[in-house]
């Protein structure tokens, strides 16, 4: 299965902001939206970062109340491991093992086109297994 498949499940909108956003601004978007991460795209919709509840966790605990000021583009990860559409679950399932991040956004012809999450991956392990299962329970009934 491939990321195509998650992001055709979930729809396309993608929650992204820009790096002269403030961390406020940022937190009010992740809070509206109840998700972990927000994609940090230029102008042109090419990927500039990611920034994720756990990089303004570190910058409240290095700033305090003056983070909240803070434009996202100084506590954003600029080098940010991105997949395609074409990509196996299983790869995103590595590249977020190996790289210890919850997020991967997916990007085609440079531009941001998704973001599949842990929680998007683990989903689709789950139902790819509970259809393996009822595959091998069918099968048996059969025999
Ligand atoms: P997360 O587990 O996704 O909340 O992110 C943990 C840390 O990894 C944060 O510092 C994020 O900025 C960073 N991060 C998240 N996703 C990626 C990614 N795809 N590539 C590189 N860094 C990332």
Do not use: N
């Not at 396309?12 to 403030?22: F, H, L, Y």
């Not at 590595?94 to 998007?120: A, Q, Y």
């Not at 790819?128 to 069918?138: F, I, N, P």
């Amino acid at each position: 299965m491939t990321v195509a498949r998650i992001l055709a499940d979930k729809g396309g909108s993608i929650v992204a902001t820009t790096p002269e956003r403030t961390l406020d601004e940022a937190i009010h978007l992740l809070a509206e939206k109840r998700i972990g991460a927000l994609v940090v795209c230029h102008p042109d919709g090419s990927v500039a970062g990611i920034i994720s509840e756990r990089d303004i966790m570190r910058a409240l605990a290095k700033l305090g109340g003056a983070a909240f000021d803070a434009p996202v583009a100084e506590h954003m990860t600029a080098d940010v491991v991105t997949c395609r559409r074409s990509t196996s679950v299983e790869d995103v399932m590595h590249l977020m093992t190996e790289g210890r991040f919850r997020h991967v956004p997916v990007c085609e012809d440079g531009k941001l086109v998704g973001l599949v999450s842990i929680g998007d991956v683990v989903k689709t392990r789950i139902a790819a297994v509970e259809a393996e299962h009822q595959a091998l329970r069918d099968y048996i009934t059969m025999a």
